[in-house]
């Protein structure tokens, strides 16, 4: 099974931060990776599917990059509503997740 | 507008069985495949299963194969999961997901997701 892990799992940062989360497949996975945004109570929301394809309506300040066995989720200018959890999910093989990246304000 | 609902969730004790279900509107149910996926209190997302538009391929974790089946309705623009020998470690909000449009084989992403409905199981 392709395990995917998150890095890091949790940190803190401020409104006009660009950030960057980290995420490493256990194996070569193409750019078959979405990633998505969780806020709490909610169902997660899908944000960028095929590695970099961001999703209809989602802002222009979310992107992702990488193939093979490692991606980034980046955001240039960190809005409040962006405070959230974050997960990749590889579905090169069967449907993995990434264990979260939880992202709080500082 | 894209709607999934759930329903079906409770408080069921172990080894007892609960089928979830899920209405599907606002797109055209049998041209994508559909999954359900779960969350445990305060844990990660873990994929349960999926089928495909034609209920042809059907997939499952590990951890539920052999208790848990996925079936669709078409004609209902429904989901369904029914869930045996339930354990403690089944406990989580279900979510019913829909398949994204550009898939790999049978492996795709998640563009729409319902509310989730909470299974507990306890005794």
């Known amino acids: 099974a392709i395990r995917m892990t998150q890095s890091p799992s949790s940190f803190s940062a401020s409104t006009g931060d660009r950030v960057t989360i980290t995420c490493r497949a256990s194996q070569g996975i193409s750019s078959y990776l979405a990633w998505y945004q969780q806020k709490p109570g909610k169902a997660p929301k899908l944000l960028i599917y095929a590695a970099s394809t961001l999703q209809s309506g989602v802002p222009s300040r979310f992107s992702g990059s990488g193939s093979g066995t490692d991606f980034t989720l980046t955001i240039s200018c960190l809005q409040s509503e962006d405070f959230a959890t974050y997960y990749c999910?590889?579905?090169?093989?069967?449907?993995?997740f990434g264990q979260g990246t939880k992202l709080e304000i500082k | 507008e894209v709607q999934l609902v759930e329903s079906g969730g409770g408080l069921v004790q172990p080894g007892r069985s609960l089928r979830l279900s899920c209405a599907a509107s606002g797109f055209t149910f049998d041209d994508y495949a559909m999954h359900w996926v779960r969350q445990a209190p305060g844990k990660g997302l873990e994929w349960v299963s999926g089928?495909?538009?034609?209920?042809?391929?059907?997939g499952y974790a590990d951890s539920v194969k052999g208790r848990f089946t996925i079936s669709r309705d078409n004609a209902k623009n429904s989901l369904y999961l029914q869930m045996n020998s339930l354990r403690a470690e089944d406990t989580a909000l279900y979510y019913c997901?829909?398949?994204?449009?550009?898939?790999?084989?049978?492996?795709?992403?998640?563009?729409?997701w319902g509310q989730g409905t909470l299974v507990t199981v306890s005794s």
């Open positions: 089928i495909s538009w034609n209920s042809g391929s059907i």
């Open positions: 997901a829909k398949g994204g449009t550009e898939s790999y084989g049978d492996y795709v992403y998640f563009d729409y």
């Open positions: 999910q590889q579905y090169y093989s069967y449907h993995t």
